[in-house]
Each structure stands twice: as structure tokens, then as C-alpha cells.
């Protein structure tokens, strides 16, 4: 069984995300889902901002994003 894809916060970053613990590795999916939601609560009140920067993370274990390792995911059906 595979373990998958984690993220952790740099903690330089800490004060950018107060509602994810820096330096800690947890599901991607799990930190996805709650930047999503901070995303969208802000969105509407009027704040519109990156769901996230990447750089402020780092990965590991699962699959990397599309395209990573020669696969070129397909965006669009006419691609």
C-alpha cells in the first residue's frame, strides 16, 4: 500500500497559513481541502488571493503534480 502525497508548511511561511501547524507533514489532501475553504470563505468577503503558493510547502510521497516525470496530463480534450 502506498502512502500519499503529503505536504508540510515552511515555517518562514507560518504567519501566511495561522490555521496550518509549520513544520509538520499532513495529508495533501486534508490541507488542500482547507485551503480551498479559507479560499472561498474569503472570496466572499471580498478578499480574492492564491488558494496557496507552493514554494511556502514542501512535497513528498504520492503522485507529483501533472506533468511531473515526462507524463503531460491533458487539460483540455482538443489538446
Given at each position: 500500500?502506498?502512502?500519499?502525497?503529503?505536504?508540510?508548511?515552511?515555517?518562514?511561511?507560518?504567519?501566511?497559513y495561522p490555521d496550518i501547524p509549520a513544520g509538520c507533514w499532513l495529508s495533501a489532501r486534508?490541507?488542500?481541502?482547507?485551503?480551498v475553504s479559507r479560499a472561498?470563505?474569503?472570496r466572499a468577503s471580498g478578499v480574492h488571493q492564491r488558494?496557496?503558493?507552493a514554494p511556502h510547502f514542501e512535497f513528498r510521497g504520492g503522485e507529483g503534480p501533472?506533468?511531473?516525470g515526462g507524463k503531460q496530463q491533458r487539460t483540455r480534450a482538443t489538446d
Open positions: 500500500m502506498t502512502q500519499g502525497r503529503e505536504m508540510r508548511l515552511k515555517s518562514e511561511h507560518a504567519g501566511d486534508e490541507i488542500s481541502e482547507l485551503l472561498r470563505a474569503n488558494t496557496f503558493v501533472r506533468g511531473v
